[in-house]
């Protein structure tokens, strides 16, 4: 019985970071094409640099959710405690990761709005 839950357990953990490997190179794959666009165009709107890297940001950041998940799945089965150990360590690397690549983001965000309120009016003529 307990083999059998290690086996489910390790298919799990196998087919979340199947998961997280699609989302990834999704994202990467997509990031990829929009720069070759934003590049052969060459007038690009303001901004759309900052809008490539930021959607680019969130697929990285749900990959990364989904390969902390296939973590904890796997400490499920970790038969000793310097597994469990390793397991913690990459959890905590992850975790932290994570938390920069949201504080980056944020950071694009908030210059991005900025940028947007920030932006002159043009001046309309009127004819009287």
Same mark, same amino acid.
């Given at each position: 019985? &307990?083999? +059998?839950?290690?086996?489910?357990?390790?298919?799990?953990?196998?087919?979340?970071?199947?998961?997280? /490997?699609? &989302? &990834?190179? %999704?994202?990467?794959?997509? @990031?990829?094409?929009?720069?070759?666009?934003?590049? +052969? +165009?060459?007038?690009?709107?303001?901004?759309?640099? =900052?809008?490539?890297? /930021?959607?680019?940001?969130?697929? +990285?950041?749900?990959?990364?959710?989904?390969?902390? @998940?296939a973590d904890?799945?796997?400490?499920?089965?970790?038969?000793?405690?310097?597994?469990?150990?390793?397991?913690?360590?990459?959890?905590?690397?992850? /975790?932290?990761?994570? %938390?920069?690549?949201? =504080?980056?983001?944020?950071? %694009?965000?908030?210059?991005?709005?900025? @940028?947007?309120t920030e932006?002159?009016?043009?001046?309309?003529?009127?004819?009287?």
């Amino acid at each position: 019985m &307990i083999d +059998l839950f290690k086996r489910f357990a390790e298919a799990i953990a196998l087919g979340v970071e199947c998961a997280a /490997t699609v &989302i &990834i190179s %999704y994202g990467a794959i997509e @990031a990829l094409l929009e720069s070759f666009k934003v590049s +052969l +165009l060459r007038r690009s709107p303001p901004g759309q640099r =900052k809008e490539i890297i /930021t959607r680019f940001g969130v697929w +990285l950041l749900l990959g990364l959710e989904f390969e902390l @998940a296939a973590d904890i799945v796997r400490s499920a089965i970790a038969p000793s405690w310097n597994d469990i150990g390793q397991l913690a360590a990459i959890g905590i690397i992850r /975790t932290f990761l994570n %938390y920069f690549l949201e =504080k980056d983001m944020e950071k %694009y965000e908030i210059s991005s709005s900025q @940028a947007e309120t920030e932006k002159p009016k043009s001046a309309s003529i009127q004819i009287a």
